[in-house]
């Protein structure tokens, strides 16, 4: 399952991603052109106004509640039945793979501290944006905890 998300949810997007989840984000205001070149990709939305034209273009859709990302993270992982796992997989801005790399190699470029406790070094194919485990994935894993409360 691939997903399109319209521009605004960008937030939402980044968490999907985070999941493993293969997701693009419209840039701009929602129109025929850009959606209907993805109709391999679920458009998910939260404007009522183009479910006509949806259906007309033949597009697989979502259309959620204007609420809160979490909210609206629960409703896709019920929805899709995606397991609640932080893959950390794909990149967060870009959606491209993650490489797996050696933190040697990117030691110049990352503060002493991440250098000396982080583990699970990985870069990012497009942006090059290099990322890690650290103390950071307790908090992660506690925000996907409270998502999942949401339901
Ligand atoms: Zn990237």
């Known amino acids: 399952m691939k997903f399109l998300l319209e521009a605004d949810l960008d937030k939402l997007a980044k968490w999907m991603r985070f999941l493993g989840q293969d997701v693009l984000v419209l840039k701009g205001a929602i129109n025929k052109r850009s959606i209907v070149e993805h109709t391999d990709r679920v458009f998910i939305t939260t404007s009522r106004k183009w479910e006509k034209h949806l259906r007309d273009w033949r597009v697989n859709y979502l259309i959620l509640p204007r ?28 959606n491209a793979e993650l490489e797996l790399i050696s933190k040697e190699d990117v030691k110049s470029a990352i503060p002493p501290m991440v250098y000396q406790f982080g583990y699970h070094f990985t870069r990012c194919a497009e942006c090059k944006s290099i990322f890690w485990k650290g103390t950071h994935l307790p908090k992660m894993k506690r925000t996907l905890k409270s998502v999942l409360k949401r339901c």
């Open 67 to 94: 609420d809160d990302w979490k909210v609206q993270l629960c409703l896709i992982l019920k929805h899709f039945q995606i397991k609640p796992k932080l893959l950390l997989n794909r990149c967060p801005h870009c």
